[in-house]
């Protein structure tokens, strides 16, 4: 099982391109991957996808990185599913 799977916060990013922006399609997905990649917590990137794994803080802090350079690019949409890991202490937090 790859270590993403069992990390306490996922974050799948998918950008929709703007033919209409100054940036190409490319470049906006490449904006988008780069960010990804100075997070140090991307563990694959599909065509126009990107997925960031880690602690909770990090991968919140990356995923708002990742979002900011799509949409500086011209992207039109940035799709973000976020998942928990259902047994990290943090989401167990006692009010």
């Known amino acids: 099982m790859p270590g ?11 950008v929709v391109t ?3 922006a100054e940036k190409s399609p490319r ?3 490449e904006a988008a991957q780069q960010a ?21 803080s990090e991968v919140l802090d990356a995923t708002l990185k990742v979002i900011e350079a799509s949409l500086d690019a011209g992207a039109y949409v940035v ?14 937090r006692k009010s």
């Open 36 to 56: 990804a990649s100075d997070s140090g917590l991307a563990h694959e990137a599909g065509p126009g996808s990107t997925v960031l794994a880690g602690g909770r």
């Open 79 to 92: 799709q973000v599913k976020v998942e928990a890991e259902g047994d990290a202490a943090r989401f167990h």
């Open 18 to 20: 703007s033919a209409e």
């Open 27 to 29: 470049e906006q997905i």
């Open 4 to 14: 993403y799977n069992r990390a306490e916060l996922t974050a799948e990013l998918t």
